[in-house]
């Protein structure tokens, strides 16, 4: 299963976009990217997927590189609710429906 | 709906006692999952059950079984429980088509002592 590399921690001010970055340099032709979120002492939830174009959705934005090696998550006008705990996952569209979580990035939005 | 529940919400159990979360589904998915996440870690795959009828180990299936009871009940038992497993354990569940977003459950605190 290809990995995925994002930082330990983010800090952002309440109504400021935030970009949270994540690396897949062994990311495959047929790997999707899915981004989840897990807020504090709750079950993860979906954010957004994509495979090569950008793609927006009411959450967030996913803009993905050209070489798909990198992707970033980005929330345009970042909220206290945004605080949590953000995944970026690769899946294999034509293997099993498994997930392999990283240990994601914590956001920390500021009031 | 209720999406996915699980049962119960916390537990403590002492070294050897066994037990099974409980994890049921009302959205008709074909997919379930059990997950254990640690403190300050990611969440870990135990167990699969891509559809009904089958199951499929994860990264850390050792000291688990599960049972897949029908298509909206997925079980995980401990059968000698010991304090490397004290964990949030979360059940997952997903139509594994299309986007296959995962639906997660509140999780079950477990506190092995």
């Known amino acids: 299963d290809a990995k995925t590399t994002q930082p330990n921690s983010m800090e952002s001010n309440e109504e400021e976009p935030v970009h949270l970055p994540c690396n897949h340099s062994?990311?495959?032709?047929?790997?999707?990217i899915h981004w989840y979120r897990q807020l504090p002492s709750q079950g993860p939830e979906y954010v957004i997927h994509?495979?090569?174009s950008n793609v927006n959705n009411r959450m967030a934005s996913l803009a993905i590189a050209e070489d798909r090696k990198s992707s970033t998550l980005i929330l345009h006008r970042a909220t206290l609710r945004d605080a949590a705990v953000y995944y970026c996952?690769?899946?294999?569209?034509?293997?099993?429906?498994?997930?392999?979580f990283g240990t994601g990035t914590r956001l920390k939005v500021l009031a | 709906n209720a999406g996915v529940t699980q049962t119960p919400k916390f537990q403590v159990l002492k070294t050897g006692q066994s037990m099974t979360l409980q994890c049921a589904q009302d959205?008709?998915?074909?997919?379930m999952y059990w997950y254990r996440q640690d403190p300050g870690m990611g969440l870990r795959l135990i167990y699969y059950?891509?559809?009904?009828?089958?199951?499929d180990k994860g990264e850390v299936p050792n000291g688990y079984n599960v049972s897949r009871l029908n298509k909206r009940e997925f079980s995980l038992r401990l059968e000698s429980a010991a304090p490397s497993q004290t964990s949030v354990y979360f059940c997952?569940?997903?139509?594994?088509?299309?986007?296959?977003?995962?639906?997660f459950g509140p999780g079950t605190r477990l506190t092995v002592l």
């Open positions: 997952a569940s997903s139509e594994p088509s299309g986007i296959n977003e995962q639906f």
């Open positions: 062994t990311i495959s032709g047929t790997d999707y």
């Open positions: 994509g495979l090569t």
């Open positions: 996952i690769l899946r294999d569209v034509g293997g099993t429906y498994k997930y392999i």
């Open positions: 959205m008709n998915h074909n997919s």
């Open positions: 059950s891509a559809s009904e009828g089958t199951t």
